[in-house]
Structure formats: C-alpha cells, structure tokens
C-alpha cells in the first residue's frame, strides 16, 4: 500500500480501487448486444465523473473484442450526466469484425436514459511505418522531485469538498504547480505525471481503460490556466463534452508516465484541450483530445 494510500486511513471518503471500479459483471443477457454492469463511484457533488464512464465503457468493449487485439482509438461523447451512487449498464453493439479490425460501440446507462456514448477500435500486431515525435523527459523535472496532493492538500482531507481531490485512485504531480487554489501566471500549457496509487495486476486493455480514466481528471485545466482560473473560482462548473484517445504503444499505469496538455482555443463556453503521454524513456505512448464546457457566474 502507497503512503498516500495509508495517509487515507479513517477517512469519510476512501479512495476508489482503481482495479475494483475496471472490474464489471457480465450479465450474460445478450440479445443484439453484450450487457455489463459497473460498480458506482460516489463523488461529493453526486455527479458520475467522466473518466470513471470512459473506463468502465473501455473494459466492457475490450471484453467483446477479439483475442489478440488491442484499442488504438476511441471517440465518445457525454450525453447527460450521471448519479455517482448509482451503478452503470454498458451496452455494446459488434458493429465489425474485418481482417485487421475490431469496432464496438458502448454506450452507458442509467434508469434507461444515455449518459455517454462512444465508438472504438481495435487491431492485433502489424508490421507498418514506425515514427514519433518523443520526449526528453529527463530535461523535466522528474516525479520523485514534486509534492504530491496529498502532500500540499492532505491536511485537508476532512473537508468533503476537498476529499474529492485528494481520494483518487491516482498520484498526480504537476511540474507547473496545480492549480487548485492558485492558478499563478496564465500559460495554455502543463505538464503532470501520474501512475495509479495502487500496482495494477491486468494486461494492456486494463491499462488503457484505466488511463482514459485518469486522462479526463486533467483535461480542463489548461483551459483554466489559461486565464489564470483556479478550481477554487466561486460558482465556476464545467462538464466534459467529448472525449478522444489514440493509443499508439504499450505502457503500464502503474508506472510514471508524463502527461502534457496545452489548450489552442476557448469560446462559447467551451474549451479544447488536447495531451500527450509519455514514458519515462520518452517514448509517445496516447494522445487525446476534449472539449469541455465552463462557465461562472453571470
């Protein structure tokens, strides 16, 4: 068990067990479709958090998809939000199975009513042009040198509001600073790595859902740094609206892996967001993109 994990002990709002909320339960009621179900997340605002939806829906997916091939790309999209205390139906629809590609469709679900939907790809080992664009994560401050949360923040564990920050299955350390109470001066990009809190015993579908879950914890925040907007800002809200990931080499969660994110544009309420992940060799491993939408107070 980490230290930040002990730090939790007695504590009104336990961090979740990352492998406990990937872990869903087959029905075995399928018709046209493969029906699964997912453990809730209970959040203090009541509201389902977009990355644990995104995760579940991967795993459900991935379930059905063919042996030996793995995401390389998924596009979804929230359509309402969801009751953190209520468990989830993922729906899948087999829409294709070719030569060299898998595509499922997963939609979740509660009382009936869609809360995201979203398409995903799948393919086995090829041969093929080999390129990227790496890292030298070395010339960046390394992990072990950053406060955590719980670091700055645990001493305020007690406060339900904040345990939503400092209870995630995930150890995030921002190479800018967070911005939680202070967003300092206003830049459109950042750079935080993360590794899930817990060892993650699984193979490369469980690491992929398990990074599109810790992906959208972040997604906003260039947004928000961009005009020096802390989380703490009074009456500001904001919701995911879409989400893509491409998943281009093998990497585990459990291990650091650097995620930079820059913010190219905000309008209308809404803000895009786009981030890499690296390993610690500086290998380019995802990629994703979002928009999310944020307002404050008139």
Do not use: C
Not at 3 to 26: I, Q, R, S
Not at 254 to 282: I, K, M, V
């Amino acid at each position: 068990m980490t230290d930040a994990a002990k730090t939790m002990h007695g504590d009104e709002v336990p961090a979740p067990n990352l492998a406990e909320m990937l872990a869903l339960a087959n029905t075995e009621a399928r018709t046209h479709y493969d029906i699964f179900t997912g453990p809730a997340m209970p959040t203090p605002h009541g509201r389902a958090f977009g990355g644990q939806v995104l995760g579940q829906a991967l795993m459900a997916a991935g379930l059905t998809a063919p042996e030996g091939r793995e995401i390389h790309s998924m596009h979804g999209y929230f359509v309402r939000p969801g009751d953190s205390h209520t468990p989830m139906t993922f729906e899948i629809a087999r829409l294709h199975d070719g030569r060299s590609f898998s595509t499922r469709r997963a939609q979740a679900y509660q009382d009936g009513a869609v809360l995201m939907s979203l398409i995903a790809s799948y393919q086995g080992p090829e041969e093929g042009l080999d390129h990227q664009d790496g890292l030298d994560t070395a010339e960046i401050a390394q992990p072990e040198s950053l406060p955590s949360v719980w670091d700055k923040y645990g001493h305020l564990t007690g406060e339900r509001r904040n345990s939503w920050v400092l209870n995630r299955p995930f150890d995030f350390r921002h190479v800018e600073g967070d911005i939680l109470v202070d967003a300092g001066e206003p830049r459109s990009n950042q750079a935080v790595w993360l590794k899930s809190r817990e060892p993650l015993d699984g193979g490369q579908a469980l690491h992929s859902a398990a990074l599109a879950f810790a992906s959208d914890y972040l997604l906003l925040e260039p947004v928000a740094r961009r005009h020096g907007i802390p989380w703490a800002t009074p009456g500001m809200s904001a919701a995911s609206l879409d989400h893509s990931m491409w998943f281009h080499r093998p990497f585990r969660v459990d291990e650091w892996l650097l995620y930079t994110l820059e913010s190219p544009t905000a309008q209308s309420g809404r803000g895009l967001a786009h981030g890499r992940f690296y390993d610690r060799s500086g290998a380019l491993v995802a990629s994703v993109s979002q928009e999310s939408m944020i307002r404050f107070p008139r």
